[in-house]
T-cell receptor, first 108, second 114 residues
């Protein structure tokens, strides 16, 4: 069973801090990786996609991929209360597998 | 460009009934995937269609079925509804058949089975 594992949290950080979300995947065939944000009662929305080893930055968000370790992470700098949501990690290959998500709380 | 749309947004059914949900992908997208999301199980893959063909299927019973039309619109059907089918059903579209491409989600259909 190919899996994507995430710490369910909740992860609580103070406003302005860096939030670090982690994800591991089991299928070495996976070539694309995605981070989605999902607010309660809403559908997932894409934050970042990453395909190559290393870091990819987009505003306050940085995705990191290490294929050798089968590890993906998302850093959120200057966290805001509006970042409070569930963050889903997904690995794309023959089909897209989603992790169960990490709940993030940013305290004002 | 309009996003993924799903209808209806909310649905209440009783056990034993059947239901059909509809999804219209982003214009130009030919791949449509369906997911079931429940608090306990997270986001579970149901099936994926590309060019009217089911290309991939998750581990759901045969009561769950789907199809895709020539205009890429997709429907999923659940027959003989059970209480456990209560969930948020999400549709996602992408531009091609590869799961390497980003999937964009619709707003979902929230189904409640009584």
């Amino acid at each position: 069973q190919k899996e994507v594992e995430q710490n369910s949290g909740p992860l609580s950080v103070p406003e302005g801090a860096i939030a670090s979300l982690n994800c591991t995947y089991s299928d070495r065939v996976s070539q694309s990786f995605f981070w989605y944000r999902q607010y309660s009662g809403k559908s997932p929305e894409l934050i970042m996609s990453i395909y190559s080893n290393g870091d990819k930055e987009d505003g306050r968000f940085t995705a990191q991929l290490n294929k050798a370790s089968q590890y993906v992470s998302l850093l959120i700098r200057d966290s805001q209360p509006s970042d409070s949501a569930t963050y889903l990690c997904a690995a794309g290959g023959f089909k897209t597998i989603f992790g169960a998500g990490t709940r993030l709380f940013v305290k004002a | 460009k309009a996003g993924v749309t799903q209808t209806p947004r909310y649905l209440i059914k009783t056990r034993g009934q059947q239901v059909t949900l509809s999804c219209s992908p982003i214009s130009g997208h030919r791949s449509v995937s369906w997911y079931q999301q429940t608090p306990g199980q997270g986001l579970q893959f149901l099936f994926e269609y590309f060019s009217e063909t089911q290309r991939n299927k998750g581990n759901f019973p045969g009561r769950f079925s789907g199809r895709q039309f020539s205009n890429s619109r997709s429907e999923m059907n659940v027959s003989t509804l059970e209480l456990g089918d209560s969930a948020l059903y999400l549709c996602a579209s992408s531009s091609d058949a590869s799961f390497q491409e980003t999937q964009y989600f619709g707003p979902g259909t929230r189904l409640l089975v009584l």
